[in-house]
């Protein structure tokens, strides 16, 4: 079994055909969470890299790095505990935007039923999408999957409570389409190369 075979343990698989000649009006698939996501957020554009350890996340930002030339390019981040547990990667980080084409991130949730990622003021401050460097590395634990954009609204208010974060967004297009152009909750987004750095947490 590969990789996946974790990931995507148990559940009915749906074969790739039936995915992609599904209509986009119909009900969704009846699928797990995680795997949900991996097609919708492929289908975006995104590029998705699952470890089941902090070594296999390790690893495979040094490959991203690697495979972009990205090795004197400073990241652009905006959360202080990120930088802190990457710290032995060799990586220099600025919070000035000007100074980065990378912006290195967390997030609040995986959306499954769109291949969403969904942010808010503790990720991206005040800053609009298209604010944001083109090139995007978002790091985040398959504890974050969520199925729908109303439940991972749920949780932030549960978790949040009287503090709840502003500026509530989703990164979903990837590449821009006639589809998804009136989506409101994407308002202000732009066309970004993402990666996504799914860490086992279950």
Request: aromatic share 10%.
């Amino acid at each position: 079994m590969g990789i996946f075979g974790k990931l995507f343990g148990g559940g009915k698989k749906v074969s790739k055909e039936t995915v992609e000649t599904r209509g986009e009006h119909m009900p969704d698939l009846k699928i797990p969470v995680d795997e949900k996501f991996t097609i919708y957020f492929k289908k975006n554009g995104g590029k998705f890299i699952y470890c089941e350890d902090f070594s296999e996340v390790s690893e495979a930002l040094k490959n991203i790095i690697s495979e972009n030339d990205w090795q004197n390019h400073v990241f652009y981040s905006l959360d202080p505990r990120l930088e802190h547990r990457f710290a032995s990667e060799n990586i220099s980080f600025t919070d000035k935007i000007q100074d980065s084409n990378i912006f290195f991130t967390t997030c609040e949730h995986l959306i499954a039923h769109n291949g969403s990622i969904l942010v808010c003021s503790n990720q991206i401050r005040e800053k609009k999408l298209d604010e944001l460097p083109s090139n995007l590395i978002v790091f985040a634990t398959t504890s974050q999957l969520v199925d729908s954009i109303s439940e991972a609204l749920k949780v932030i208010k549960e978790k949040y409570q009287k503090n709840i974060p502003n500026n509530i967004t989703t990164l979903k297009h990837f590449q821009p389409s006639p589809e998804n152009k009136n989506d409101f909750l994407s308002y202000g987004s732009a066309s970004k190369n993402v990666y996504l750095l799914l860490l086992e947490d279950y």
